[in-house]
């Protein structure tokens, strides 16, 4: 019975998500009212507020998701001298950035936010963690994490540029670009040695 109601409580979770996603896209994320969430989930109020009490408590979750789902992008990507595992790693996080509202508006309007708080503590731990688990490169490991952070921070400019100009060019497009730049530029420093 415990599971039935963790799994029912997930599922209304999900779908609370969801519908804030939907109404993102139509409505400005400072004009959106819980019941617009309530309408577009199909739930009752109450039920909203048994899950959040309010609508920016629901926008930290979100974050949270989001930038959860951002390392455990970035977790699953091991740099190779490979221009299809590049570019497939950057095309997942092309079609993630446009699948996700939240973080496209973020990307379109950067601002003092506590998601950027969060997503650079969050970089710079996976700079850390990666940097710890190279093998050995002639270059230090100093070296190698400033490239990495180099590599996070040019990736982010790209996105920035992509969501505030509307996704206009094809993902794929984006994702040969920064396929490019990662292997010609960030990723003979970060390989280790031959």
């Known amino acids: ?19 804030f996603l939907l109404v993102l896209k139509q409505k400005e994320l400072n004009k959106i009212t819980v019941s617009d969430i309530i309408k577009k989930a199909g739930i ?26 951002i390392f455990a992008l970035m977790n699953t990507f091991h740099p190779k001298n490979d221009w299809d595992v590049c570019k497939s790693y950057y095309l997942t996080i092309c079609e993630y950035t446009m699948t996700n509202p939240l973080l496209a508006n973020l990307l379109r309007n950067p601002k003092e936010d506590e998601f950027f708080g ?12 990666a940097t710890q ?17 180099c590599t996070i921070g040019s ?24 396929t490019q730049a990662f292997t010609s530029g960030m990723l003979p420093h970060i390989l280790p040695e031959a």
């Not at 969050?122 to 700079?127: A, L, T």
């Not at 688990?133 to 952070?149: C, D, F, K, L, V």
């Not at 990736?155 to 920064?178: C, M, R, S, Y």
Request: no cysteine; net charge negative.
């Open 1 to 19: 019975m415990n599971e039935i109601q963790d799994e029912r409580y997930y599922i209304v979770d999900e779908a609370i998500h969801d519908a």
């Open 44 to 69: 009752v109020r109450s039920t909203f507020y048994n899950h959040y009490d309010n609508i920016p408590a629901l926008i930290t979750s979100i974050e949270d998701k989001t930038i959860n789902d």
């Open 118 to 129: 969060k997503a650079v503590t969050m970089f710079h731990h996976y700079v850390r963690q």
């Open 133 to 149: 688990n190279t093998s050995p490169s002639h270059h230090s490991q100093e070296e190698r994490s400033y490239m990495i952070a």
């Open 155 to 178: 990736t982010i400019g790209v996105l920035h540029k992509w969501a505030k100009d509307n996704f206009q060019i094809p993902p794929e497009t984006i994702a040969d670009i920064l």
